[in-house]
């Protein structure tokens, strides 16, 4: 019995020790979009003006048994909508169904709880495959906000409890960030959306290709689908 209460105190400790470095990373990351409009965007303005493009390639790192660290990183600089227009869409938590409505993929949602620090939602991911197949993954997250007058930074993170038992995605983290900007005497919003998961790819043959290539148009198309939804808020 001691045997196996030691080895339990070791899997705890190793556990906070993992939740710990996770925390540290995902507050580096925020420090970052808190800050200004990611380096070199303004220099890229008219390639990004209404054209959602990838910060950087996605990423997916192989962790064994068929999982893989997902990474993407996309922006655009947008005149469709104001900043506050996007914030209404980035906010809207009820409405997540009709917002998310893509060809490549969806995105159900129903809060659980809400206060004035934190929102509690229950997502289903619904990834469209060949033939109209749909994948879906249920997951719980907690999402947090700080809105200034012309800045807003949106965190979502899966539950501690949610990643450990979900079987298809674990560790979800996204930060979604938005900031009105003023360029050559015009007002524009720009927007940086960045998603970081687990996922079991175990169905998927050759994943690491197939998830890095299909993470692109899926990405682009759900940053248009925010610029879209923001065009009709008043």
Request: hydrophobic share 40%.
């Amino acid at each position: 019995m001691k045997i196996k209460t030691g080895e339990t105190k070791r899997k705890r400790l190793k556990h906070k020790k993992l939740l710990l470095l996770c925390i540290l990373f995902i507050m580096q990351i925020g420090i970052l979009f808190s800050q200004n409009i990611a380096s070199g965007a303004t220099e890229q303005f008219q390639l990004l003006l209404n054209n959602p493009t990838m910060v950087s390639s996605a990423i997916a790192t192989p962790l064994g048994r068929n999982w893989f660290t997902l990474k993407t990183d996309i922006h655009v600089f947008t005149d469709q909508a104001n900043f506050q227009q996007i914030v209404d869409v980035l906010l809207d938590m009820d409405n997540q169904e009709q917002i998310y409505n893509g060809k490549k993929s969806k995105l159900i949602s129903s809060i659980v709880s809400k206060n004035e620090i934190e929102t509690i939602v229950d997502f289903v991911s619904v990834d469209i495959g060949p033939f109209g197949i749909q994948y879906r993954t249920p997951y719980s997250a907690s999402v947090r906000n700080e809105l200034t007058d012309t800045k807003i930074k949106i965190e979502l993170i899966q539950l501690a409890s949610n990643s450990s038992s979900n079987k298809n995605m674990k560790n979800f983290y996204s930060i979604q960030y938005a900031e009105e900007v003023t360029i050559n005497s015009g007002k524009y919003t720009y927007i940086r959306i960045l998603t970081i998961c687990d996922v079991n790819a175990s169905i998927i043959p050759s994943a690491k290709g197939i998830l890095e290539r299909e993470a692109v148009p899926t990405s682009i198309e759900g940053l248009q689908m925010v610029i879209n939804a923001a065009k009709n808020r008043c």
